[in-house]
């Protein structure tokens, strides 16, 4: 059973940093979904295999940046200049698949057969 183990969840204030993990074998592509109280689990970044590409959902992008390192199985997502909107329950999710076409797929719930137990992340402002 390949069960992602996510950690670095927290309490940080607005402008702040944090380091989520996710422990997850390599031949896994990875994404990262977040839920926010009484809204849906939503997308927030994804990574390849090989960590070769990146995905972002528009709300993180140029904030949030994801990579691996397979060496030590483990993917990571450095969150910077955190809001207060970011603060959510932060999952970490496992594919066998590729993606599909310009990665579509990896912005699916569905698409992800392996899910962690989530970390939360709190941004005080």
């Known amino acids: 059973q390949v069960q992602p183990v996510e950690s670095g969840g927290g309490l940080v204030q607005a402008g702040g940093s944090l380091r989520l993990s996710c422990r997850i074998a390599?031949?896994?592509?990875v994404g990262w979904f977040r839920q926010a109280p009484g809204k849906e689990r939503e997308f927030v970044s994804a990574?390849?295999?090989?960590?070769?590409?990146?995905y972002f959902a528009d709300s993180v992008k140029g904030r949030f940046t994801i990579a691996r390192d397979n060496a030590k199985n483990t993917v990571y997502l450095q969150m910077n200049s955190l809001k207060p909107e970011d603060t959510a329950v932060y999952y970490c999710?496992?594919?066998?698949?590729?993606?599909?076409?310009?990665?579509?797929?990896?912005?699916?719930?569905?698409?992800?057969?392996?899910w962690g137990q989530g970390t939360q992340v709190t941004v005080s402002s």
């Open positions: 999710a496992a594919t066998s698949g590729d993606g599909g076409s310009d990665g579509y797929y990896y912005m699916r719930r569905a698409y992800y057969q392996f």
């Open positions: 390599s031949s896994y592509a």
């Open positions: 990574i390849t295999k090989n960590g070769a590409t990146t």
